[in-house]
């Protein structure tokens, strides 16, 4: 799950509600005719309230899973709730969870920096075609991937084996960021640095790497935050971490207060990354002052060291998807048609289909009216309903999945399972992909032409649809891509809220799995990969496109 861990900064237009320029003064001292156009008098002073309900609701449904945490821990009260805290099993977690951690994301940074400047710094034959390939293991599920290592190694188990299938899950989270500041960054100050008589090593740690600080760190958070939430993958090579000992509890005892005790403490690692992440990052930026010449960055002989680098990228490539993919391909021939034949496999792949398409509406829609407060009319309020939902998204989807069924159960338990409860779910986990996308494509429309719309006598709404939204369409194409596709490979929390009788991908294979039946779970596990591998190739594309642009 690509999860984006800030809201971007986007400069918007100037705001055509202000007041009109007084610096153009006539002779006579009498003002010059108002630059104020007819369409911006139509224009409203402040958003619709039905835009600004519609935002407040959804950021106040974004609340609940914290809400959920931190109402549980009170009820449930300090001394019972510290029993269940300062227990060995806990700790036994914390040093699962912390080393996982503190292991894996400083190998995706090294493996995701390294990999971006081997393609796109140096003149190694096929860099392009690695540029592409190395953002793949985005389209395999980590669970899958689990599945593609514990298929070829049976002997796969703890700290390290997690740390393999991770690190190998998670670095383009890294790699695809830091490639697209890399086609960025200005070539004249490494330049520059050169002629002072810096060789490239120093050019490099004194001059590039600063500059991917923010991408390295966004990139870092997003894997972090992975690993806090990833639970399909750990169990399958049964390793402990919170996450995996929460469902375990939940499913096993429905034991309410052991398992919201681990959920407060994985939240609490959850801020840790967040606030970790924001100091880290400062208030450093770095940018060219001005679109100047496009020129294109000279890039880097390997000389003798070329094989190394083809060593270096087709080994990471064919460990992250040769072994699972091989895997897969593995268990559909042992198979054989039959695999095929069940019926189910054609059922989970309409639900999956139509989960994720349901999804991924409903989801845009609810972000449109925060993306709309925050591009139109920026204020604080916009920027805390903003916030709000990064923060949720932040948190893992297991906690998410206890605070409704909690919320279900108790208050409105005519939905507890139903199709409308993990709809629900998704929103709150996956909004964020949607309102990143659906902000930067408001960001990008010229408000004049809404205006000049609406000044030759259409509505306001009419003038939208017809002017902005067309403007917008692939933003809004883009966010519902990659929420489908975070639907589609999403396990946790449709395991904990699915109605009795949902055959989703995910739930499918991991039923399989869990019966010790890789072969009948081969299917689901390709199928989710089909489904994934287009979104991610639009992922791709688009960071080559923000890059140049």
């Not at 081997?118 to 190395?134: E, I, Q």
């Not at 609406?454 to 933003?475: D, I």
Request: with cysteine.
């Amino acid at each position: 799950m690509v999860i984006p861990a800030a809201p971007p900064t986007v400069n918007t237009a100037p705001d055509s509600q202000g007041p009109a320029s007084e610096s153009a003064v006539g002779t006579t001292g009498s003002r010059a005719p108002s630059a104020r156009t007819d369409a911006e008098a139509r224009a409203p002073k402040r958003p619709s309230p039905f835009i600004v309900a519609a935002a407040g609701t959804v950021s106040l449904l974004g609340l609940l899973p914290l809400g959920y945490v931190i109402v549980t821990g009170i009820l449930t009260g300090w001394p019972a709730l510290s029993a269940l805290i300062f227990r060995p099993r806990v700790g036994e977690l914390l040093v699962n969870t912390i080393g996982l951690v503190v292991i894996t994301v400083p190998l995706c940074v090294a493996i995701g920096v390294g990999a971006a400047w081997l393609v796109g710094r140096t003149t190694l034959p096929g860099a392009k075609v690695f540029a592409v390939l190395l953002a793949a293991p985005l389209a395999v599920p980590a669970f899958v991937n689990s599945y593609g290592w514990v298929s070829a190694v049976p002997s796969l188990h703890g700290l390290g084996s997690g740390v393999l299938i991770a690190t190998l899950s998670y670095f383009p989270l890294v790699y695809l960021p830091c490639a697209a500041a890399l086609r960025r960054l200005d070539p004249t100050v490494e330049e520059a640095a050169g002629s002072l008589g810096s060789g490239a090593w120093a050019v490099f740690f004194r001059v590039v790497l600063p500059q991917l600080r923010l991408p390295i760190l966004g990139g870092a958070l997003l894997v972090g935050l992975h690993l806090l939430s990833e639970y399909g993958a750990f169990a399958m090579i049964r390793f402990d971490t919170f996450t995996t000992a929460i469902v375990e509890q939940y499913r096993s005892t429905f034991n309410g207060p052991a398992a919201n005790a681990l959920a407060g403490v994985l939240v609490l690692l959850c801020l840790v990354l967040l606030i970790g992440e924001s100091g880290a990052r400062g208030r450093s930026r770095y940018a060219r002052i001005g679109s100047g010449v496009p020129r294109v960055t000279p890039r880097r002989s390997l000389g003798a060291f070329t094989p190394v680098g083809y060593l270096i990228l087709g080994g990471l490539f064919v460990l992250a998807i040769g072994v699972p993919f091989s895997s897969v391909i593995r268990w559909l021939v042992q198979g054989g048609t039959d695999v095929w034949a069940d019926p189910v496999v054609g059922q989970a792949l309409l639900q999956t289909v139509g989960y994720g398409l349901v999804g991924a509406l409903v989801t845009c829609l609810l972000a449109f009216p925060i993306a709309f407060l925050a591009v139109r009319y920026p204020s604080r309020l916009s920027r805390g309903l903003e916030s709000v939902n990064y923060l949720t998204s932040s948190l893992p989807g297991i906690v998410t999945a206890l605070a409704l069924v909690t919320v279900s159960i108790r208050f409105v338990q005519p939905l507890y399972q139903t199709t409308v409860l993990v709809i629900v779910t998704y929103l709150l986990m996956f909004l964020p992909r949607a309102l990143v996308n659906l902000r930067a494509g408001l960001a990008q429309v010229p408000v004049g032409l809404e205006e000049a719309a609406r000044s030759l006598g259409k509505h306001p709404v009419a003038a939208f649809l017809s002017v902005t939204a067309r403007f917008f369409a692939p933003s809004a194409l883009a966010a519902g891509a990659l929420v489908f596709l975070g639907i589609v490979t999403e396990l946790t929390a449709t395991l904990l809220l699915a109605p009795s009788g949902t055959r989703t991908l995910a739930i499918q294979f991991w039923s399989k799995v869990n019966d010790i039946n890789y072969v009948g779970a081969a299917p689901y596990a390709l199928l989710m990969i089909v489904l994934s591998l287009p979104v991610t190739y639009l992922l791709f594309a688009r960071s080559r496109l923000t890059s140049v642009s």
